[in-house]
């Protein structure tokens, strides 16, 4: 499914640019450079957030308790509330 028009990017390609690195984009602004484009309108942020969340709340459930404290997904996912600090 295509999420953003303007740049014709795929679900799939947002989540193969999240997936296969802690240290990947945890942006929207991220994705899109990851994907070699840069927002246009700016209506596809709001999903592409969304597809981003669900990501991270994979790789943070599929986190040990060894790699919690030191995993920038789970870093991130604190700094912006999702979880408890
Ligand atoms: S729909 Fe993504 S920038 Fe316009």
């Known amino acids: 499914m295509i999420v953003c028009s ?29 994907l070699g484009c840069s927002p246009k309108c700016g209506r596809c942020a709001r999903t592409i957030r969304s597809i981003m969340r ?4 994979r790789v943070a459930h ?3 308790a060894a790699c919690t404290s030191t995993c ?14």
């Open 54 to 57: 669900v990501a991270l709340d």
């Open 6 to 34: 303007c740049n014709v990017l795929s679900d799939g390609a947002v989540r193969a640019c999240l997936s296969g690195s802690p240290t990947g984009p945890r942006t929207p602004a991220q994705v899109y450079a990851c």
């Open 72 to 85: 920038s997904a789970v870093k991130a996912q604190k700094a912006e509330g999702e979880i408890a600090a």
């Open 62 to 64: 599929s986190c040990t």
